[in-house]
């Protein structure tokens, strides 16, 4: 079965440092993964994709993830915070095409 | 385009009613789907659909119905409504499958009392 885990549900960053947020999936076969991100009282927006193409994934507003197999991680990252990344961040994993699976959010707080 | 729109954005019921949220689209969009999503749960599918007249089930159905009789109208409709319902609810959609981008819509607070 198909699960994914946020190891983070809060973390806190400084304006212009870097932003990891860690998320590990388990999936039988080779599942596509993504990244959401909901703005205070808004829907969600996609940041990035993976579907087994570059392991290198590189979304909107300077974020990427990489894809690591060994590891079952699909890490996001972004090398300099910005005020307006305060959000919560969800990573998704999906190995059927109509099922997606939502992992628990991170919380991102950015301070000036 | 107006994109995803829900109706309404927040709504109070007592136990036992029944109530159906609306969702519509304007993208011609094949793929739409109802999720709840509550406190450290994230979101948790509820129904899908791949396109009109075709509906199935997601993680959490139950307590709530759906139809699909266009494109574009995709209601979630509570049966009965109980306390565990209280939740934000977003709907989406997407050109033809969830590995598509997904375009959410703005949510519906929902209490029951």
């Known amino acids: 079965a198909q699960s994914v885990t946020q190891l983070d549900s809060h973390v806190s960053v400084s304006e212009g440092t870097p932003v990891l947020l860690r998320c590990n999936y388990s999936?039988?076969?080779?599942?596509?993964l993504f990244w959401y991100v909901q703005h205070p009282n808004k829907g969600l927006q996609l940041l990035l994709k993976?579907?087994?193409?570059?392991?290198l994934v590189k979304g909107i507003n300077g974020f990427e993830a990489e894809f690591k197999k060994s590891e079952t991680s699909f890490h996001l990252t972004k090398p300099s915070a910005h005020m307006s990344d305060a959000a919560e961040y969800f990573c998704?994993?999906?190995?059927?095409?109509?099922?997606?699976?939502f992992g628990t959010g991170t919380r991102l707080q950015v301070f000036p | 385009n107006a994109g995803v729109t829900q109706t309404p954005k927040f709504q109070v019921l007592k136990t036992g009613q029944s109530m159906t949220l609306q969702c519509a689209q304007d993208m011609n969009h094949e793929y739409m789907s109802w999720y709840r999503q509550d406190p450290g749960m994230g979101l948790r599918l509820i129904h899908y659909?791949?396109?009109?007249?075709?509906?199935d089930q997601g993680e959490v159905p139950n307590g709530y119905n759906v139809s699909r009789s266009t494109t574009e109208d995709f209601p979630l409709r509570l049966l009965s409504a109980a306390p565990s319902q209280t939740s934000v609810y977003f709907c989406a959609s997407s050109y033809s499958t969830g590995f598509n981008e997904q375009f959410f819509g703005p949510g519906t607070r929902l209490t029951v009392l």
């Open positions: 993976y579907t087994s193409a570059a392991t």
């Open positions: 998704v994993v999906s190995e059927d095409t109509d099922k997606l699976i």
């Open positions: 999936s039988s076969y080779s599942p596509s």
């Open positions: 659909s791949v396109g009109a007249g075709i509906t």
